[in-house]
């Protein structure tokens, strides 16, 4: 009977050290899913789309800030769209409030790294009606969303552009 029982407690030992092995394989997303698109109208230009799939649709929490989610998207065409959102407990809509770079905001660089470089931003406080995120889905490395954004240029010119059909999906 002793017997059986020390077998019992050896076997629960060895199963409780196995199951607290450093050696599990650590949690790696599908990002090839992952997508970001909008329609972008820029002044009085044509409108054009803004779509790109795949990982380099990065969509993240903040890791200092679990809460606060990060989309970073660059299409082919040297185009950069990021949204930052703050507070994120779950679905619903939350406003782009950022003034000066603080609080949820939307931004849009035309012509990454060229001469003619633009940025875009929500945080211009004279913007009265910046627009917002809509979280439709939030689960553990899961989210997805939809947006629209109005923004000015960083050169203080005026120019305006305007962020419709915004849309993301994105495993992290």
């Given at each position: 009977m002793?017997?059986?029982f020390f077998i019992t407690i050896l076997t629960v030992v060895t199963l409780i050290i196995t199951s607290c092995s450093k050696d599990k394989t650590p949690y790696i997303p599908d990002t090839s899913s992952n997508n970001v698109s909008a329609t972008i109208s820029i002044g009085n230009n044509a409108p054009f789309q803004?779509?790109?799939t795949g990982a380099a649709a990065q969509i993240y929490p903040v890791f200092a800030y679990p809460t606060t989610y990060q989309i970073d998207a660059k299409d082919a065409n040297n185009n950069r769209l990021?949204?930052?959102?703050?507070?994120?407990?779950?679905?619903?809509?939350?406003?782009?409030?950022?003034?000066?770079?603080?609080?949820n905001g939307l931004s849009f660089q035309k012509d990454e790294g060229s001469i003619?470089?633009?940025?875009?931003?929500t945080s211009d406080p004279a913007i009265t009606n910046?627009?917002?995120?809509t979280i439709t889905v939030l689960k553990d490395h899961h989210i997805e969303g939809l947006f629209t954004a109005s923004c000015k240029n960083d050169h203080n010119t005026g120019e305006a552009a305007q962020v419709s059909n915004g849309s993301f999906k994105g495993n992290f």
């Open positions: 002793k017997h059986k803004f779509s790109i990021g949204i930052v959102i703050e507070n994120v407990t779950q679905t619903g809509t939350y406003p782009f409030t950022s003034n000066n770079g603080i609080g003619s470089q633009v940025i875009y931003w910046k627009g917002s995120v």
